[in-house]
T-cell receptor, first 115, second 112 residues
C-alpha cells in the first residue's frame, strides 16, 4: 500500500505555544488528506478534510482558527495547533485517500502533550 | 445520520482459535467496506476491503459482507497473540464519498 509519513511522532510543549505536524505522502500524490484526533481508548474523530490548493473543510465543532490546516502541495499537508492548551493533548493522525472511496492510508500519528 | 456499530469488547480468544468480529451499518446505499487494525498507541492500518456480497479471503483473514442484512464481519483463523489489537470497521457512504465512517472498534485479545 501507499506510504504516508507523519512527523513528529511525539511532541511536548508548553501551554500557549503552537505546534506544527507534517503529513507527507511518500510515493503517491494525495489531493485529499484527512486529519483525525483520537483520545485514549476512544474512536477516531475526523477533524477536517485537507484539499490541495484550497481551504480545508472542518467538521462541526472543530475550531478552524485553532487547528490550522495547510495543503500546499500534492504530497504535504500540515496541521498547526495554535495556542495549545492541556485539553489539546491527544493523538493526531493524518491519512490520505488512495483514490478509492473509503480506502485510507494512515500516517504514524503524532502524540501531543501540552504541559 | 450514518452509523457504524461494533461491539467494543474486549473479545478474548485462545491462541489458535477463530476470532469473529462483527459490524453493522445504517446506510443501505453503502458501497465499500473496510477493516482496519490498530495496535495500542499506533495508527490504524488497512487489512481488508470488501465491495460485494460474500466472502473475501486473504491469508488468515476472511471478510464477509451481507448487504441485505447490512452486516460485515471479519474472521481471523488460527489467531495469534500478535493479532491482539483493536479492529475498526469502516464504511464508505453511498455517492462515492472518500470519507469513511468508522465504528468505535472491537478490542481483540488473543491469549496464549
Amino acid at each position: 500500500g501507499a506510504v504516508v509519513s507523519q512527523h513528529p511522532s511525539r511532541v511536548i510543549c508548553k501551554s500557549g505555544t503552537s505546534v506544527k505536524i507534517e503529513c507527507r505522502s511518500l510515493d503517491f500524490q494525495a489531493t485529499t488528506m484527512f486529519w483525525y484526533r483520537q483520545f485514549p481508548k476512544k474512536s477516531l474523530m475526523l477533524m477536517a478534510t485537507s484539499n490541495e490548493g484550497s481551504k480545508a473543510t472542518y467538521e462541526q465543532g472543530v475550531e478552524k482558527d485553532k487547528f490550522l490546516i495547510n495543503h500546499a502541495s500534492l504530497t504535504l499537508s500540515t496541521l498547526t495547533v495554535t495556542s495549545a492548551h492541556p485539553e489539546d493533548s491527544s493523538f493526531y493522525i493524518c491519512s490520505a485517500s488512495s483514490g478509492s472511496p473509503g480506502e485510507l492510508f494512515f500516517g504514524e500519528g503524532s502524540r501531543l502533550t501540552v504541559l | 445520520q450514518k452509523e457504524v456499530e461494533q461491539n467494543s469488547g474486549p473479545l478474548s480468544v485462545p491462541e489458535g482459535a477463530i476470532a469473529s468480529l462483527n459490524c453493522t451499518y445504517s446506510d443501505r446505499g453503502s458501497q465499500s467496506f473496510f477493516w482496519y487494525r490498530q495496535y495500542s498507541g499506533k495508527s490504524p492500518e488497512l487489512i481488508m476491503s470488501i465491495y460485494s456480497n460474500g466472502d473475501k479471503e486473504d491469508g488468515r483473514f476472511t471478510a464477509q459482507l451481507n448487504k441485505a442484512s447490512q452486516y460485515v464481519s471479519l474472521l481471523i483463523r488460527d489467531s495469534q497473540p500478535s493479532d491482539s489489537a483493536t479492529y475498526l470497521c469502516a464504511v464508505a457512504a453511498s455517492g462515492g464519498s472518500y470519507i469513511p465512517t468508522f465504528g468505535r472498534g472491537t478490542s481483540l485479545i488473543v491469549h496464549p
